[in-house]
């Protein structure tokens, strides 16, 4: 430092050092060319230029003088700043130095800055010298260098060895330059998702170009894994380093393999997505099999934000043999239509349709989900609600279709719709005058209404019906000749309107209420049912025309609670209190099957004149007035038992804390006075608890008080009469779960630090006694794991047979971390009374950096299949993989049947 400075003439110090350190410096105006000539533009690189432009920002201090007018220079130093005006203005920064721009911050052990210029320039220490790597940062990027020189007004720059980070990966040159802020070009440049550290693979070229932060082109590339180059060189190609952005492209195939004799050898998830817009996407993908059999799927979605989203999707595939002289040759073409659309209409009103229709065995051929594959049903709902802003009522209105393919029937049910009015109170505040209310202030009125329509198609062939749902559906004829009955569109319709009185005698000990309600319902046909003797059996005739029926029930209830203490001292537990809250409650209603209502009629049965009694809406979309007089007393008793858990400490100081060991122990039962016999109904029990931390028990047991007869059925004799029993228990059912969690920290690796150097002919290391025993404590190994544990038991009473019994204990959601890195979970199930594991699944996952390891197995159950993936993190680098040879074939799976569960593409919502 002192032989740079000797001339005090043509260096300044001093006063100039504080001078230049303080003060802001401002930027010339002309353009410096020195980078240009430094490295010509490299030619050859595949896609078009593209130019970002923009005024920059005007940079502000905190220094005395105000702001900083815009293209000011901000520059400190750690150690000292020397000026050199011998042949322009130049400056030297010296000791963690950083110099700051509105177009970046450039920050270095030593930096050069040539005012005149307006470039800045920065080296390491020396070449190998990765610590003391200058560093050019951007709002964008950041870029790591052995040499860094760049023009802060033009925005161009020039880099040697150089780190820079781009969108989804890094990029490594021996030669960078920037020359505007929209285009950088690299010599002998290396690409990869993977940190610069762990470059397990990587994308050597000898030119490369990246535009706009997000494309990256590049020609004469060779894909290198563990270092190995792959034997085939790319001429050029085009990465898009941003996979945020929505684009079309092909989707990523996997080799499949599947039972020779079924589909054999093939390709899944071929074909091609469409990003239309942002409000638009659509797909076509397919598998192909060797075998001849396919599989094709076209999905359409669209989306407006918080107004609509939906989606149309339409698959189709043909399974066949290996060839046609094969044994058992066949062909099967199964076929699907799905359409999802959810609208809000108004912040009142919504609309959701949910569409599915499939052939019976679509599923079981085409997918690998094993909660698909166990579906017997298909639903289909459309659905319109609304809610008036005032909350004065609600409508609503549906339609539901049901495919049930183990008896081949079909089910609709709607269009349907309910209207139901807000629950008031006419005299709620007229007796604002005095302390208490009046009991009808307490009087609340409620109405609804339910249009209800059905069609229900069971054909008599089931499966080998020449009649489709859909046909039936449009022609009452055909409806008749495939189902044998008239039943052809149900419809009726219901309103119920109640009264409650909340509070009959105004107590503070007693709630005492009482209710009234009535139902109207309508029908447009009613059953006539006629004996003919010719056939010896009674036959029905659907009468249409308009009828009505009417029927109504009261009700009058008694609660009350009360509680019981003791001071009982049991360990910790001081004290149970006893919290118990019966229920007494009397409904009415009259008997809708005399002849007085006309909802009821008599029918001769047979020859010999015996008569039946039916309902004339028996067969109608809502069930007609129950049959029998109700006057029934029905009694509940709800308990709850606390107590006090109490610790002292060594110093006296107590700790109390309430605990419910019981939460609910409940009975409840009926006796129907006005019933001809078994007045008594059975008694419901059930308990639940979670005293003990983190554990949930439940369980529930019916009992049933009267005799069986020979057949099996109940007669009008209680046990209790022949002194063997109080009660028959008829079913009983045990649940108890729980959680446990930890290792929390995550995984500790130890790694023992011996303090002495290493010395090989020190043979003391290789003692078979440690002589280091107790130097170093060894840490605990913690890693992160869960388990969910489920035991059910369930009982339940067979006349003459042995008891149905089930017990199976489920362990859901297992991990644990076995290193950092490698992580196993599994979902295991055993059926103690079957002796046999239920269906699981076990899954171990390695994560290599840039690479995902996965392995996927379920031994057990009847079906039984694994999964081997082994993919790139990146889905750019993942599809290029995937379309080469060899490098395809990363992954594996075994399948009975059926394809993997399907992937999107590119983008979409």
């Given at each position: 430092m002192l032989s740079v400075i000797q001339n005090t003439g043509r260096y300044v110090t001093g006063i100039c050092l504080v001078f230049l350190v303080t003060a802001p410096l401002f930027g010339q105006q002309r353009d410096s060319t020195d980078i240009n000539q430094d490295l010509t533009v490299p030619e050859g690189i595949i896609g078009a230029d593209t130019t970002q432009t923009g005024e920059p920002q005007t940079t502000r201090s905190s220094a005395r003088s105000g702001s900083i007018p815009e293209n000011a220079v901000q520059f400190q130093s750690a150690d000292s700043l020397v000026i050199d005006f011998r042949e322009g203005k130049k400056a030297i920064l010296y000791g963690n130095s950083e110099v700051k721009h509105t177009s970046g911050a450039l920050r270095s052990g030593v930096i050069n800055m040539d005012i005149d210029k307006t470039t800045v320039e920065a080296r390491t220490t020396t070449p190998e010298d990765t610590l003391s790597r200058p560093v050019l940062i951007r709002e964008t990027d950041e870029i790591k260098s052995t040499r860094i020189l760049f023009n802060y007004k033009t925005e161009k720059g020039k880099f040697e060895a150089a780190q820079v980070q781009v969108s989804e990966g890094h990029l490594i040159g021996s030669k960078i330059k920037n020359i505007n802020d929209s285009e950088v070009f690299i010599e002998d440049g290396i690409y990869s998702t993977c940190p610069p550290e762990y470059m397990y693979y990587y994308l050597k070229a000898k030119k490369m170009k990246v535009v706009d932060e997000d494309e990256l082109f590049f020609s004469n590339a060779q894909l290198y894994i563990l270092?190995?180059?792959?034997?085939?060189?790319?001429?050029?190609?085009?990465?898009?380093?941003?996979?945020?952005?929505?684009?079309s492209g092909l989707l990523t195939p996997t080799y499949a393999f599947q039972d020779q004799n079924g589909r054999g050898l093939g390709l899944q998830n071929v074909g091609w997505f469409q990003y239309f817009n942002d409000y638009l996407t659509g797909q076509v993908d397919g598998d192909i099999y060797t075998s001849g059999s396919f599989y094709l799927n076209g999905l359409v979605q669209y989306r407006k934000r918080d107004f609509y989203n939906g989606s149309v999707r339409i698959g189709y595939s043909k399974d066949r043999g290996m060839e046609p002289t094969d044994p058992g040759y066949s062909e099967t073409i199964q076929k699907s239509i799905s359409v999802s659309h959810n609208q809000t209409i108004s912040p009142f009103a919504s609309l959701t349709a949910n569409v599915n229709l499939r052939t019976a065995d679509y599923n079981t051929r085409n997918s690998y989900s094993i909660d698909e594959r166990a579906q017997t049903n298909s639903n289909s709902k459309l659905a319109y609600n609304y809610k008036h802003p005032e909350s004065m009522f609600t409508f609503s209105t549906n339609a539901q279709l049901v495919q049930n393919f183990t008896n081949y029937s079909t089910r609709v049910s709607g269009p349907s719709a309910n209207f139901r009015l807000r629950t008031f109170s006419p005299f709620q505040g007229r007796s604002s005058g005095t302390s208490d209310p009046r009991w009808y202030e307490s009087i609340s009125i409620s109405y609804n209404n339910t249009l209800r329509s059905s069609f229900d198609f069971d054909p008599i062939d089931a499966d080998s019906s020449e009649i489709s749902f859909f046909e039936a559906l449009t022609d009452r004829d055909k409806y008749e000749e495939a189902t044998g009955n008239d039943d052809y569109i149900q419809a009726g319709f219901q309103q119920v309107a109640g009264l409650q009185v909340g509070q009959l005698i105004p107590s503070q000990f007693l709630n005492i209420s009482a209710g009234i309600n009535a139902t109207e319902t309508w029908y447009p046909s009613t059953t006539l049912k006629t004996f003919n003797a010719d056939s010896n059996r009674v036959e029905e005739e659907k009468v249409y025309g308009f009828k009505s029926a009417r029927e109504f029930s009261t009700n009058l209830s008694m609660g009350t609670t009360f509680y019981g203490i003791s001071n009982i001292k049991v360990?910790?537990?001081?004290?149970?209190?006893?919290?118990?809250?019966?229920?007494?409650?009397?409904?009415?209603?009259?008997?809708?099957?005399?002849?007085?209502?006309?909802?009821?009629?008599?029918?001769?049965?047979?020859?010999?004149?015996?008569?039946q009694e039916y309902s004339i809406f028996e067969d109608e979309v809502f069930e007609g007035p129950g049959r029998g007089e109700q006057r029934s007393l029905n009694f509940s008793l709800r308990n709850v038992f606390e107590t006090k858990l109490v610790k002292r400490d060594s110093t006296g100081e107590v700790?109390?804390?309430?605990?419910?060991?019981?939460?609910?122990?409940?009975?409840?039962?009926?006796?129907?006075?006005?019933?001809d016999s078994l007045n008594l109904s059975n008694l419901n029990t059930s308990i639940s608890s979670s005293a003990v931390s983190g554990l949930n028990l439940r369980a529930s047991a019916n009992f049933s008080f009267y005799q069986f007869d020979s057949t099996g059925r109940e007669i009008d004799r209680f046990f209790i009469e022949d002194g063997k029993k109080l009660a028959q228990l008829r079913s009983f059912s045990l649940n108890a779960s729980t959680s446990f969690r930890g290792g929390n920290n995550g995984v500790r690796v130890y790694t023992p630090e011996y303090r002495r150097r290493y010395d090989p002919l020190d043979q003391s290391r290789f003692h078979p006694i440690d002589s280091r025993f107790g130097y170093e404590p060894i840490p605990p190994i913690n890693s992160p794991w869960s388990v969910s544990l489920n035991f059910s038991y369930s009982w339940s009473f067979r006349f003459g047979e042995d008891p149905s019994k089930r017990a199976t204990l489920r362990a859901s959601n297992i991990s644990f971390n076995l290193t950092p890195k490698w992580r196993f979970s599994t979902d295991v199930g055993y059926d103690f009374i079957g002796k046999e594991f239920t269906p699981s699944q076990f899954s171990l996952n390695r994560n290599l950096e840039c690479w995902d390891l996965s392995f996927q197995i379920n031994p057990f159950g009847e079906f039984q299949y694994y999964f081997f993936r082994l993919s790139v993190n990146s889905a750019q680098i993942q599809s290029l993989f995937q379309k080469l040879p060899v490098l395809k074939n990363l992954e594996r799976s075994s399948s009975p049947s059926g394809a993997r569960n399907r992937r999107g593409g590119y983008g979409g919502f």
């Amino acid at each position: 430092m002192l032989s740079v400075i000797q001339n005090t003439g043509r260096y300044v110090t001093g006063i100039c050092l504080v001078f230049l350190v303080t003060a802001p410096l401002f930027g010339q105006q002309r353009d410096s060319t020195d980078i240009n000539q430094d490295l010509t533009v490299p030619e050859g690189i595949i896609g078009a230029d593209t130019t970002q432009t923009g005024e920059p920002q005007t940079t502000r201090s905190s220094a005395r003088s105000g702001s900083i007018p815009e293209n000011a220079v901000q520059f400190q130093s750690a150690d000292s700043l020397v000026i050199d005006f011998r042949e322009g203005k130049k400056a030297i920064l010296y000791g963690n130095s950083e110099v700051k721009h509105t177009s970046g911050a450039l920050r270095s052990g030593v930096i050069n800055m040539d005012i005149d210029k307006t470039t800045v320039e920065a080296r390491t220490t020396t070449p190998e010298d990765t610590l003391s790597r200058p560093v050019l940062i951007r709002e964008t990027d950041e870029i790591k260098s052995t040499r860094i020189l760049f023009n802060y007004k033009t925005e161009k720059g020039k880099f040697e060895a150089a780190q820079v980070q781009v969108s989804e990966g890094h990029l490594i040159g021996s030669k960078i330059k920037n020359i505007n802020d929209s285009e950088v070009f690299i010599e002998d440049g290396i690409y990869s998702t993977c940190p610069p550290e762990y470059m397990y693979y990587y994308l050597k070229a000898k030119k490369m170009k990246v535009v706009d932060e997000d494309e990256l082109f590049f020609s004469n590339a060779q894909l290198y894994i563990l270092d190995i180059p792959y034997p085939i060189i790319f001429p050029f190609g085009y990465v898009p380093t941003d996979i945020e952005r929505k684009r079309s492209g092909l989707l990523t195939p996997t080799y499949a393999f599947q039972d020779q004799n079924g589909r054999g050898l093939g390709l899944q998830n071929v074909g091609w997505f469409q990003y239309f817009n942002d409000y638009l996407t659509g797909q076509v993908d397919g598998d192909i099999y060797t075998s001849g059999s396919f599989y094709l799927n076209g999905l359409v979605q669209y989306r407006k934000r918080d107004f609509y989203n939906g989606s149309v999707r339409i698959g189709y595939s043909k399974d066949r043999g290996m060839e046609p002289t094969d044994p058992g040759y066949s062909e099967t073409i199964q076929k699907s239509i799905s359409v999802s659309h959810n609208q809000t209409i108004s912040p009142f009103a919504s609309l959701t349709a949910n569409v599915n229709l499939r052939t019976a065995d679509y599923n079981t051929r085409n997918s690998y989900s094993i909660d698909e594959r166990a579906q017997t049903n298909s639903n289909s709902k459309l659905a319109y609600n609304y809610k008036h802003p005032e909350s004065m009522f609600t409508f609503s209105t549906n339609a539901q279709l049901v495919q049930n393919f183990t008896n081949y029937s079909t089910r609709v049910s709607g269009p349907s719709a309910n209207f139901r009015l807000r629950t008031f109170s006419p005299f709620q505040g007229r007796s604002s005058g005095t302390s208490d209310p009046r009991w009808y202030e307490s009087i609340s009125i409620s109405y609804n209404n339910t249009l209800r329509s059905s069609f229900d198609f069971d054909p008599i062939d089931a499966d080998s019906s020449e009649i489709s749902f859909f046909e039936a559906l449009t022609d009452r004829d055909k409806y008749e000749e495939a189902t044998g009955n008239d039943d052809y569109i149900q419809a009726g319709f219901q309103q119920v309107a109640g009264l409650q009185v909340g509070q009959l005698i105004p107590s503070q000990f007693l709630n005492i209420s009482a209710g009234i309600n009535a139902t109207e319902t309508w029908y447009p046909s009613t059953t006539l049912k006629t004996f003919n003797a010719d056939s010896n059996r009674v036959e029905e005739e659907k009468v249409y025309g308009f009828k009505s029926a009417r029927e109504f029930s009261t009700n009058l209830s008694m609660g009350t609670t009360f509680y019981g203490i003791s001071n009982i001292k049991v360990g910790n537990m001081e004290g149970i209190r006893h919290t118990v809250r019966p229920q007494i409650g009397f409904s009415y209603s009259p008997d809708f099957s005399s002849e007085f209502w006309g909802y009821y009629k008599t029918v001769q049965s047979d020859e010999e004149g015996n008569t039946q009694e039916y309902s004339i809406f028996e067969d109608e979309v809502f069930e007609g007035p129950g049959r029998g007089e109700q006057r029934s007393l029905n009694f509940s008793l709800r308990n709850v038992f606390e107590t006090k858990l109490v610790k002292r400490d060594s110093t006296g100081e107590v700790t109390e804390k309430n605990i419910r060991f019981i939460d609910n122990l409940s009975l409840s039962s009926s006796y129907n006075f006005a019933a001809d016999s078994l007045n008594l109904s059975n008694l419901n029990t059930s308990i639940s608890s979670s005293a003990v931390s983190g554990l949930n028990l439940r369980a529930s047991a019916n009992f049933s008080f009267y005799q069986f007869d020979s057949t099996g059925r109940e007669i009008d004799r209680f046990f209790i009469e022949d002194g063997k029993k109080l009660a028959q228990l008829r079913s009983f059912s045990l649940n108890a779960s729980t959680s446990f969690r930890g290792g929390n920290n995550g995984v500790r690796v130890y790694t023992p630090e011996y303090r002495r150097r290493y010395d090989p002919l020190d043979q003391s290391r290789f003692h078979p006694i440690d002589s280091r025993f107790g130097y170093e404590p060894i840490p605990p190994i913690n890693s992160p794991w869960s388990v969910s544990l489920n035991f059910s038991y369930s009982w339940s009473f067979r006349f003459g047979e042995d008891p149905s019994k089930r017990a199976t204990l489920r362990a859901s959601n297992i991990s644990f971390n076995l290193t950092p890195k490698w992580r196993f979970s599994t979902d295991v199930g055993y059926d103690f009374i079957g002796k046999e594991f239920t269906p699981s699944q076990f899954s171990l996952n390695r994560n290599l950096e840039c690479w995902d390891l996965s392995f996927q197995i379920n031994p057990f159950g009847e079906f039984q299949y694994y999964f081997f993936r082994l993919s790139v993190n990146s889905a750019q680098i993942q599809s290029l993989f995937q379309k080469l040879p060899v490098l395809k074939n990363l992954e594996r799976s075994s399948s009975p049947s059926g394809a993997r569960n399907r992937r999107g593409g590119y983008g979409g919502f």
